[in-house]
């Protein structure tokens, strides 16, 4: 009347659990890689749609700029002519306003250039990095 028979064999409840641990673990895994697949899914579209929207920007921004700056040579000319007669009869007034427009757009793009190449104080996924390595050693220690 017992429901399982048993065979003399005490190795197989340990091989039972065993395959149950793994059944259960690859399970386990499973979830968590169909999960990130529909996080990443989800990650990849609203990242196309803010890089679509970024382009959008970008190229409105530059043609922003560009006709502000058009203007500003436009409305400063004049006075460059003025101020610049009899110094510099050479340099016409609209170049001279475009060379220091020129010269201004290149500090600032030095400054932007040396702020980039700086490296971070600290390193990127630093606690994401600790994290796995603590998992690891306990998948190694509970093997």
Known sequence: MDPE????????????????????????????????????????????????????LAISAFFLWSLVLAATTGIVAPLADQWLQGKADWLPGWAAVVLALAIIHAVIALICYLKLKQQPATPLFELSRKEIENDKLWLTKNK
């Open 5 to 56: 028979p048993t065979t003399g064999d005490s190795g197989a409840s340990g091989s039972n659990s065993s395959e149950h641990m793994t059944h259960a673990l690859s399970g386990f895994i499973a979830a968590r890689v169909e999960l990130a697949s529909i996080e990443a899914k989800e990650a990849a579209s609203f990242t196309g749609k803010k890089v679509a929207q970024g382009l959008v």
